[in-house]
């Protein structure tokens, strides 16, 4: 089954804002991470103003999750107000993961391509030909 969420980034002030959204709708986080949790073997190795900056976090909301994290150091140009959001689909597998990126990164910009990542999923990022960034996914 697909499910879509709505994916916020930020420029250093993720964890604020999502402290201010989980005061107001009371739930825990489901998931946080920095970028100093970034493994070694990745081939990433955050700048030190960087390692304290939310790499992901969820926050659970009713029947979906509000998402998020600070840009990175490679994304700086990216973050713009008004285009700091994407639209996160999780796919069923693999197979419709590489259906769906395939299609709507048609004649748009790939910025990470489908690949397997350390948090477990398969994973990639574009921005589709009318400009909306999107994030795939398959577990």
């Known amino acids: 089954m697909i499910a879509t969420t709505i994916y916020l ?3 250093g002030n993720c964890e604020e804002a999502f402290d201010f959204y989980k005061s107001v709708f009371g739930n825990e986080f489901s998931y946080k991470s920095r970028f100093a ?15 304290n900056r939310v790499l992901h976090v969820s926050l659970p909301i009713g029947s979906t999750e509000l998402m998020g994290s600070d840009c990175s150091w490679e994304q ?3 973050y713009k107000e008004g285009n ?3 639209i996160s689909v999780s796919a069923g597998s693999r197979e419709e993961a590489d259906r769906i990126f395939k299609a709507l990164s048609e ?10 990542t350390f948090w477990g999923d398969y994973f990639g990022m ?11 996914s398959a577990s």
């Open 37 to 51: 949790d970034i493994p070694p073997t990745e081939g990433y190795s955050a700048p030190e103003e960087f390692k």
């Open 76 to 78: 700086a140009e990216f």
């Open 126 to 136: 574009f921005t589709d030909k009318f400009g909306i960034n999107w994030m795939v």
């Open 84 to 86: 700091n959001f994407s």
């Open 107 to 116: 004649g748009g910009t790939v910025t990470m391509p489908q690949a397997d």
């Open 9 to 11: 980034n930020f420029n």
